[in-house]
């Protein structure tokens, strides 16, 4: 089973994608399994949760914490912004979720490999589509170097971007527990494409323009 484990709606200020455009193009894609994870906000897990195309969601959110990015995987509220590593952490367990350092090595919202390695994460985004090659690189041998469970997805912010990055999982899962269940035993093998120069040069000026706009604020 396929599952893309990053994915951004439009309930995300930077994302296009209606939460049913991301099923639609999860069942386009082969897509199984999908965790939207929009930027410090939870509602569209409540709009696909029950869709009747076959797509098992988990509930997720990607949070900004004050030195970076985190995944929050299989919680059970919103998690707010602009705590420290340490206090999203725990926010994320109180929520009974498991916290993933996300693109541990991304310049901007990266948590960095000293973050990463010096925090008790639950898991490693080992890949995201939305990084460059070496980032890729360099976040795969982090997280086989500390063990950790791996992570990942397509950090797709539109619907044609959904499934380029997914973690492959066991075949048989029924429910998002499962899933989380499975990602946590390490029974997931990442698989992603990654940013090319133009894409990331594209993403780099976008970057600092929104961060211009939000007041320097971190997404």
Not at 10 to 31: F, H, K, L, M, R
Not at 171 to 184: H, I, P, R, S, Y
Not at 199 to 212: E, N, V
Request: proline residues 4%; charged residues 25%.
């Amino acid at each position: 089973m396929k599952a893309d484990l990053h994915v951004h709606t439009c309930y995300s200020n930077d994302g296009v994608s209606t939460p049913e455009q991301v099923i639609e193009a999860c069942v386009a894609g082969g897509i199984d399994i999908v965790a939207v994870t929009d930027h410090n906000e939870f509602k569209a897990y409540f709009d696909i949760k029950d869709n009747d195309r076959g797509i098992i969601v988990v509930p997720a959110e990607e949070v900004s914490s004050k030195e970076g990015h985190i995944v929050a995987l299989g919680i059970d509220r919103h998690i707010e912004r602009d705590m420290s590593i340490q206090e999203t952490i725990d926010a994320i367990h109180e929520a009974g979720g498991y916290a993933i350092a996300a693109h541990p090595y991304r310049w901007w919202s990266g948590l960095g490999p000293k973050n990463t390695i010096n925090h008790e994460f639950d898991g490693t985004e080992a890949m995201n589509a939305r990084s460059i090659p070496s980032a890729n690189r360099k976040s795969y041998r982090l997280a086989r170097k500390l063990g950790r469970p791996m992570s990942a997805g397509s950090d797709a912010h539109s619907p044609e971007r959904i499934g380029w990055g997914y973690l492959e999982l066991p075949d048989g899962l029924k429910t998002w527990q499962d899933v989380v269940q499975a990602v946590m035993e390490g029974k997931g093998v990442p698989h992603s494409k990654s940013r090319g120069f133009l894409r990331t040069l594209r993403y780099g000026i976008k970057s600092i323009g929104q961060w211009m706009f939000r007041g320097f604020r971190r997404m």
